[in-house]
C-alpha cells in the first residue's frame, strides 16, 4: 500500500515540485522561521546558541558565557524560550495547515495557486489558531504519560487538518474526534508510511547536522548571518522532504475517506459532505 499512495502522490506532484516547493518554503518560513527570528531579536544571543548548541563547550567563548549567567537565569531563559516558541508556532500554525490543505487539493488534481494559500489562511485562521491550540494541548497532556502516548495520540490526530478542510462547520475539537475515529485501528499503518520515508528523514537530518558544524560561521563575517544561511538552507531541505511527506499524507487521507463508509459509522452525528464535490476555497 505504502508503494502505491507514493507513486500516486508523485503522479499528482508531476510538473507541479517546483511551484510546491516555493509553497513549502514560504509556509516553513513563516511557521517555523519567524518564531526563530523573533527569538534571536529578544533573547540574549550568545546565550540562546549555548542554550540550543551542544558543541559550544569547544568554544573559547563558553566559559565566559557560563559564568555570566546563573543556573536561574538558564532555567528561565529556557522557560520564556519555549513559551514565546510554542506561542509563535500556535500563532503562525495555519499558514502550515493551508499548505497542507493546497497539497490536499493537488492530490485531488484540483487546480491551485499560489493565493489560494493566502485566501485559506484569511478565512480560517482564527479557527486553525483555536485548532493547534487544542491539538497540542491534548498531545501535551498525553506526552505527560511517560511520552509515548502523546506520540500515539499524534497519529491519532494526524488527519484532524484535513478534516478541517473538507467541513468547514465541523469545531476544532469535533475534527480531533473524528480523527481519532477515523484512524482507529489504522495507527499502525500511518506509521508503517511514515517510517517508510526514514532514509528521507535520515538525509535531511544529516544536512542539518553538516550545517551545524561550524562551517558557516567561520566562513561567515557575522553569526548572524550564519544564522541566516544555514537556517535557509535547512528550511530548503525541510520543505522538499515535507512536500513529498505531506502529499502521500494527504493521499492517506483520500483512500481512508473513500473507504469509509461515512453512514454506517459514528461520524454520521455530523455528516462529513462529499469529498469530490465540495470543496472550500
Wanted: proline fraction near 3%; charge should be positive.
Amino acid at each position: 500500500m505504502n508503494k502505491t499512495l507514493k507513486k500516486q502522490a508523485l503522479d499528482a506532484l508531476n510538473e507541479k515540485w517546483s511551484f510546491l516547493f516555493l509553497c513549502s518554503l514560504l509556509a516553513r518560513i513563516i511557521t517555523f522561521g519567524l518564531p526563530i527570528i523573533i527569538i534571536y531579536h529578544f533573547f540574549d544571543l550568545n546565550l540562546v546558541s549555548m542554550l540550543i548548541n551542544s558543541d559550544l563547550e569547544n568554544n573559547e567563548h563558553s566559559i565566559s558565557i557560563e559564568m555570566k549567567y546563573s543556573f536561574y537565569e538558564y532555567i528561565w531563559t529556557i522557560t520564556k524560550l519555549m513559551l514565546t516558541f510554542a506561542f509563535c508556532i500556535v500563532l503562525l500554525s495555519p499558514f502550515w495547515t493551508c499548505y497542507k490543505w493546497l497539497l490536499l487539493d493537488t492530490v485531488r488534481n484540483n487546480r491551485v495557486t499560489f493565493a489560494d494559500l493566502f485566501i485559506q489562511v484569511k478565512k480560517n485562521y482564527f479557527r486553525l489558531v483555536r485548532f493547534y491550540f487544542l491539538y497540542w494541548f491534548y498531545i501535551l497532556c498525553w506526552s505527560c504519560l511517560f511520552i509515548i502516548p502523546g506520540y500515539i495520540k499524534m497519529h491519532s490526530y494526524a488527519l484532524a487538518p484535513f478534516l478541517l478542510r473538507d467541513n468547514k462547520q465541523i469545531s476544532a475539537n469535533e475534527a480531533i474526534s473524528k480523527s481519532r475515529e477515523l484512524m482507529d485501528g489504522k495507527k499502525v499503518n500511518l506509521l508503517s508510511l511514515a517510517v517508510s520515508f526514514f532514509g528521507w528523514y535520515l538525509l535531511m537530518r544529516i544536512l542539518i547536522k553538516l550545517n551545524n558544524m561550524h562551517l558557516f560561521p567561520m566562513l561567515m563575517p557575522s553569526i548572524l548571518l550564519a544564522i541566516i544561511v544555514t537556517c535557509f538552507l535547512v528550511f530548503c531541505a525541510t520543505s522538499l522532504f515535507y512536500l513529498y511527506f505531506f502529499a502521500v499524507i494527504a493521499k492517506y487521507y483520500d483512500e481512508i475517506i473513500n473507504s469509509t463508509d461515512i453512514n454506517s459509522s459514528p461520524l454520521n452525528k455530523n455528516k462529513l459532505p462529499d469529498i469530490q464535490n465540495n470543496i472550500i476555497i
